[in-house]
């Protein structure tokens, strides 16, 4: 129907929503005429899917007429595993409210399992847990045998791609650079050069599976202290839990491995909460071993510093770090004084452990249980 009379399918009530509009692309164009003449109306059309769009199909870029929005599986607000009693933007709002006497009511092992099924809407509708846990299986192995090709016509390895993304996996939450992914590859012939592997890695982020982070390079040191490449992260932990061979059970016998999935959760979580007060995330960390695991800045120039923390323990690490940070941009400031940096508005560390407060020294701990937008 919408190749024979394609204005037929924006007829009826609107809004009107189109989804997986890109599999015939000049729908958009379309869309963009009929805006036009309904000039005084908004909200008229949505056109969802679940890939990029060949861009040379589309006549009109569509701006000033059609906003985009990057949609994320759900967070744990989202399936109701965190309440959300403390939300990012009252914090930012209010940096100095007290949060003490909240309770997360998520355990570790609930954790455990939120981060191995994922954020996944159909999750929702099924009762058994295993089922739950199969959607991302079933999920990358529709990524590596179908959809890394279509989403652009090249044809690519079913298996090379499954290898491609364990060895993601393994890095997920590290800045690991090219060569590292490469050495991983070695056994699959196809993947030789940086070139194919860029090619292969534009083909996931075209498919929304990964979603890497960029670093934060404010002049607090010297260029040559600061790393400057990005973060591997998945948009969703459950991928690299399926590609790792993974399951709540070996999620909890290593801890290790749990922390840096749990930084990937942490990491989709933040990018929802702070996506709706127009938040973008990045990271730092220098050569001299000082990072902030996430770093959000919000349009009017407020910014919080975040490290993860799965376990209690660690807390003390990770607000020490977020205070160096804090103490070296105040160094800066008194050295460079015609061009200070903002310090920064929040410092947070997020666990997986039970109760929230604020630290004398101005750091908050905050479960990933309690956390929202």
Request: proline residues 4%; neutral net charge; hydrophobic residues 40%.
């Amino acid at each position: 129907m919408v190749l024979s009379s394609p204005s037929s399918i924006l007829k009826g009530s609107k809004p009107r929503l189109l989804d997986e509009w890109q599999m015939i692309p000049s729908l958009r164009d379309l869309v963009r005429a009929e805006i036009d003449k309904r000039s005084s109306q908004t909200g008229l059309y949505i056109l969802t899917g679940s890939t990029s769009v060949d861009e040379s199909r589309i006549k009109h870029s569509g701006i000033g007429r059609i906003s985009r929005m990057k949609m994320y599986p759900m967070s744990l607000a989202e399936t109701g595993e965190s309440s959300g009693e403390i939300s990012l933007k009252s914090l930012f709002d209010n940096p100095k409210q007290e949060i003490e006497g909240l309770e997360n009511k998520l355990t570790v092992e609930e954790l455990a399992f939120a981060l191995c099924r994922g954020g996944w809407p159909y999750s929702l509708f099924l009762s058994n847990d295993k089922s739950k846990l199969f959607i991302a299986k079933d999920y990358l192995s529709g990524i590596c045998n179908i959809e890394v090709t279509t989403v652009d016509g090249i044809k690519r390895d079913a298996m090379t791609t499954r290898l491609l993304l364990r060895s993601y996996a393994r890095h997920v939450s590290e800045p690991a650079t090219t060569s590292s992914i490469l050495a991983d590859m070695e056994s699959r012939p196809v993947i030789k050069s940086d070139k194919t592997l860029t090619e292969y890695l534009i083909a996931l982020e075209k498919l929304f599976v990964i979603d890497d982070i960029p670093a934060w390079c404010p002049a607090i040191r010297s260029k040559t202290a600061i790393r400057s490449g990005v973060k591997r992260e998945f948009t969703d932990p459950s991928i690299a839990v399926a590609a790792l061979g993974l399951n709540p059970d070996s999620m909890m016998k290593d801890m290790k491995t749990f922390g840096f999935l749990f930084e990937n959760l942490v990491a989709r979580d933040l990018r929802v909460y702070s996506s709706v007060i127009g938040g973008s995330l990045s990271y730092y960390r220098d050569r001299y071993g000082l990072e902030a695991d996430f770093v959000i800045h919000l349009d009017d120039g407020r910014f919080a510093l975040i490290e993860c923390k799965l376990g209690s323990t660690q807390i003390e690490t990770g607000a020490s770090n977020l205070i160096k940070i804090r103490d070296l941009i105040r160094q800066r400031n008194q050295s460079e004084s015609q061009a200070p940096l903002r310090e920064p508005d929040l410092m947070i560390v997020i666990t997986g452990g039970k109760y929230a407060y604020r630290r004398a020294d101005g750091v908050y701990v905050i479960p990933i249980g309690l956390l929202g937008c």
